[in-house]
């Protein structure tokens, strides 16, 4: 199968890497001329420009530019292809994108792989970067069967793990497990650097570890992503976080009130539902 990859970034030059793996013809889009030649060079696409009408040929195209690119570039991408293609994106919020590409582009299928690094880029493209990860896919009603199970076909193929849900319900889901958590990391340091001593702050800095890097990870990430997350998960992102801030609060007030039954019960309670959320 031809399949096209418009964004060889992490997401695009991985997926790329994989496709080829499987005998799948792989063409490539970037804006950059050096990120097609690199993607080329490490084996992720077959063909590659800055040209969308490379994608002509594509039976399958998905999407793997930054949220905020990805419906423009849709309304530009379509002007190149039959009305055959399949065309899926890999965006973390999905109700505003679907809502938009829907009407536009009837083989339109809403995608999110729950997969990434702390790098970006081509350069930190990786090969089984989907295997054993969520990957959901959020078809409407509309969405033309065929044009599903192609695109579940791809995503098994990856050895990911297939889950289907309604664009706003991802939304939601999201904002719990992946856009709250990079906003609660990113305020963990920022408050660890808001230490005014000195001294104190560099033997924070020394002392950090495990506990601190595992919290700390997703805060340390790509801004642009957590950015994107929060203007298009908005009213979702702002319910967690008022919901964190009244735990946050109770916390604090327990400590304050030297309630220790009270906080144990808590960490309890958080100790047996963690497994619920992570193996």
Sequence with gaps: MNIGILGLGLIGGSLGLDLRSQGHYVLGVSRRESTC??????????????????????????????????????EQLITHLPSTTVVTDVGSVKTPIVKAIAPLWNNFIGGHPMAGTADSGIEAAMRNLFEKKPYVLTPLATTPPDAITIVEKIVRNLGATLYYSSPEDHDKAVSWISHLPVMISSSLIAACMSETDANVLQLAQKLASSGFRDTSRVGGGNPELGLMMAQYNRQALLNSLQQYRHNLDELTRFIEQEDWEALEQQLQSTQKARPKFVD
């Design 37 to 74: 030649q690199q993607a080329r060079a490490l084996g992720s696409v077959d063909e590659s420009s800055i040209d969308m009408s490379l994608l002509a040929k594509a039976e399958v195209v998905f999407i793997c530019t930054p949220i905020g690119l990805i419906i423009p570039t849709l």
